[in-house]
């Protein structure tokens, strides 16, 4: 839980670019204390996280939360319909319906959602959010090197969303809303509904692309938006948005405004983001310098509404050791607390622990020439039994093993015979044949050295490219009833 002063800083990494925000509070007042861009093409490992050291030099690390902003260029966002209400049912139903909808095994993705609300009777509509693992293993990689803990990995859309609808008002708006961010090189589209990203787009076209290749550009930039709003409307996600908003002021995006409505017939808006956050005019002034030529809108407006996050992209190994950790804490100090009564009630156990130890010495002194006596005995006696079981039990091995050899088929190998003291055999193997299995069973518990059969377990199985069974059987011998028998009479002879 943050609270309302927390600072909280935003790292948002891609291949190209690194950029840093520093925020306090959140949502509507939410206030941007810092903000920085440094372009990282070509950099990895340790250079990369020097750099990235060298950069936020500057930033209130100690006392900020820290948060890392995933690029929308590595996620994939899909709608599903969950049929349950229920928050847990629905996590478990997401977590086993995520790898259908990615070409990745479900060990290689990452995944969180966005709960979107009741839609029919019983049904639950979901935003399901997909991250390469292996790409987020490594932007944490770098982080952690030098020494920055993460405490969320955060889905950029969503922040972009929740803000555009603090400072518009949007969430009690009947009809969704588009929301367009132009960055440097690509686009995001998102359609907002309730506060909510009800889906998201990315769009390999940005200002660069927009600035070198004009009008080519604009169009293929036009055709793709009106392509995701025909997928958006075929899914039947929501309604159609009514109105539009571009996120920033530059050149590319005036350009853009017209043509939109001209050849989409969109009602489209420009409300920059830097023109609704809070911030000391300087830090403004570096803002909107830095986004005419790429969009901070994702890593300022996903920090600033950190608190209202629903997606959190971490690593499940990760949360489990954070889980682990704050397990660990209450335990130490349930310890702590659990160390402190035990002294008081050593303390009051003190004295009468002292009287106890000091004439058990007296007794100890006294016999001690009679307790080496005993002692000699008893393992005179140990040796004596040892050896009286070795003799007795000598062949017993052997003959079990023959016992095997005679009554195990061609078809039948096995891998493995322990026999331990109490006289039970474990014999596992393969068998080409299952009911082979079942009929050697049968044929050991007629051999007349087994008092008992039991055939442990069965399971099919490939064995050098055919299909065989392995199995388990436990044997009991005859022999052992007898020496537990001689045991408990020993038993009976030493009670009073």
């Known amino acids: 839980m943050l609270n309302k002063s ?11 670019v690194l950029k840093v925000a520093q925020v306090v509070s959140s949502g509507a007042n939410a206030k941007l204390l810092k903000v920085l861009g440094k372009e990282i093409k070509g950099l990895s490992g340790l250079e990369l996280s020097k750099t990235i050291q060298t950069s936020i030099s500057g930033f209130n690390v100690k006392s900020s939360k820290i948060f890392l902003v995933l690029p929308s260029s590595i996620t994939t966002t899909k709608n599903i319909e969950i049929p349950s209400v229920n928050p847990e049912e629905i996590k478990s139903i997401v977590s086993l319906q995520a790898g259908r909808h990615t070409p990745l095994s479900r060990e290689e993705i990452q995944i969180g959602f966005v709960n979107l609300g009741i839609y029919k009777n019983n049904f639950s509509k979901v935003l399901l959010v997909i991250a390469n693992k292996n790409i987020l293993k490594n932007q944490l990689g770098v982080l952690d090197k030098i020494g920055l803990k993460i405490q969320k990995v955060l889905f950029a859309p969503e922040g972009i969303a929740g803000f555009y609808s603090e400072i518009l008002g949007l969430k009690s708006e009947t009809t969704p809303t588009g929301i367009i961010d132009i960055g440097q090189q690509s686009t995001d589209f998102i359609v907002v509904f309730k506060g909510m990203p009800f889906a998201s787009r990315h769009i390999p076209i940005g200002k660069s692309q927009l600035a070198s290749e004009g ?17 958006y409307k075929t899914e039947g996600i929501e309604q159609i948005p009514v109105n539009y908003l571009i996120s920033s002021e530059d050149d590319q995006s005036q350009k853009m405004q017209p043509l939109l409505k001209e050849k989409l017939n969109w009602n489209v808006e420009m409300v920059a983001f830097v023109n609704n956050i809070k911030a000391q005019k300087d830090v403004l002034k570096n803002l909107a310098e830095k986004s005419s030529d790429s969009s901070f809108l994702d890593v300022v407006t996903s920090t600033a509404m950190v608190a209202e996050a629903q997606v959190n992209l971490m690593l499940e190994e990760v949360q489990l050791q954070k889980s682990i950790e704050a397990q660990g804490r209450e335990l130490f100090k349930a310890a702590v607390l659990g160390f402190v009564v035990l002294i008081l009630v050593m303390c009051g156990y003190g004295s009468k622990y002292y009287f106890n130890n000091a004439f058990f010495k007296k ?10 006596e005993v002692e000699e005995l008893e393992n005179l006696s140990i040796k004596t039994k ?33 026999m331990d003291e109490t006289g039970t055999v474990s014999v596992q193997g393969i068998s080409d044949i299952a009911s082979l299995v079942f009929n050697l069973g049968t044929t050991l518990k007629e051999s007349n050295l087994f008092k008992s059969v039991n055939i442990k377990s069965t399971v099919a199985k490939k064995d050098r490219g055919k299909d065989v069974h392995a199995f388990e059987i436990t044997l009991k011998l005859k022999t052992s009833s007898d020496e537990e028998g001689k045991k408990t009479e020993n038993k009976e002879e030493k009670k009073p």
Request: proline share 1%.
């Open 6 to 16: 927390q600072s909280c800083i935003g790292i948002y990494l891609s291949d190209d």
């Open 215 to 231: 009008s080519a550009a604009q169009d293929k930039l036009i055709e793709e938006l009106g392509k995701t709003i025909e997928s």
């Open 363 to 372: 007794l100890k002194n006294e016999y001690k020439e009679n307790r080496k």
């Open 386 to 418: 040892i050896i009286q079981n070795y003799l007795a039990n000598r062949m017993i091995s052997l003959d079990t093993i023959n016992e095997l050899y005679r009554n195990i088929p061609n078809e039948i190998y096995l891998t493995s015979v322990v």
